[in-house]
C-alpha cells in the first residue's frame, strides 16, 4: 500500500512525525509518496486556523503540548530564533528530492536543522549542503530551490491536497482514509495492520 504524506518543513509537527511515519512504513512494507505543500496557502483557501495565530490561551498549551510530544519522544526542539522562516526553497527541493528517491534523507536533514539546530532554511549554500548529504547533486538542489517549474509543482501538490481534504499537516493519506497529527499515527498503524491481516 502507498501512503501520501502530505506534509510542509514549516511545521513543528512534521518534525516530530516523519521519521516514525518512515518506520511504520518500513515495518509494514508500505511505500511513502512525500507532497510537499505550502502549509499557509492551504490554510488562507481554505480558511484553516493557524495555530500561533489562535487566542493566548490556546497558543501557551500549543506551545506546552509540541514540547511535551518532543520530550515523550527524545527529540530536542526548540524554535528558530526567526522563526518563521520562508519555507518555500526547502520545499521545492523537498520536491526534487521526492522525485530522486531521496526525499526520506532530505527531508529528514532539513527538519532536524530547523526544529533542532536553528539552521537556516532559506540558505541556498545550506540546502545544497544538506542535498549532498542526502544524496542530490548540490547544483540542481540551488536550481530547484529558486525554479518556477517547481514553484509551480508545490503549488499543484497545495491545490491537489485542498481537493484531498487535506485541512492541516502532517496528513498522511492511506487513499481510503486520511489521519492528521503526530499524534494519529498509531491509529494509522492499526489501519494499517488491519489491510496486512486482510481486515
Not at 2 to 24: E, G, I, K, M
Not at 44 to 52: A, M, R
Request: hydrophobic share 40%.
Amino acid at each position: 500500500m502507498n501512503l501520501t504524506y502530505w506534509f510542509d518543513v514549516h511545521s513543528p509537527w512534521v518534525y516530530l512525525a516523519t521519521q516514525r511515519l518512515c518506520d511504520l512504513a518500513r515495518r509494514h512494507g508500505s511505500d511513502i509518496v512525500w507532497r510537499p505543500i505550502h502549509l499557509p496557502r492551504l490554510l488562507d483557501e481554505i480558511g484553516g486556523v493557524k495555530p500561533l495565530e489562535s487566542t493566548p490561551a490556546r497558543v501557551a498549551w500549543f506551545r506546552q503540548d509540541i514540547l511535551d510530544w518532543a520530550e515523550l519522544q527524545d527529540m530536542p526542539l526548540r524554535y528558530h530564533p526567526q522563526y518563521p522562516l520562508r519555507n518555500s526553497r526547502a520545499l521545492r527541493v523537498c520536491q526534487l528530492a521526492a522525485e530522486l528517491g531521496k526525499a526520506e534523507a532530505f527531508v529528514t536533514l532539513v527538519l532536524r536543522g530547523y526544529w533542532a539546530e536553528a539552521a537556516d532554511i532559506t540558505d541556498l549554500d545550506q540546502l545544497a549542503r544538506w542535498g549532498e548529504a542526502a544524496g542530490l547533486s548540490p547544483l540542481a538542489v540551488r536550481d530547484a530551490a529558486v525554479s518556477e517549474i517547481y514553484k509551480s509543482r508545490i503549488e499543484k501538490n497545495t491545490e491537489a491536497a485542498v481537493a484531498r481534504g487535506v485541512f492541516g499537516v502532517p496528513t498522511f493519506d492511506t487513499g481510503a482514509k486520511l489521519y492528521f497529527g503526530n499524534d494519529r499515527l498509531d491509529l494509522l498503524d492499526r489501519h494499517l495492520s488491519r489491510k496486512g491481516s486482510g481486515g
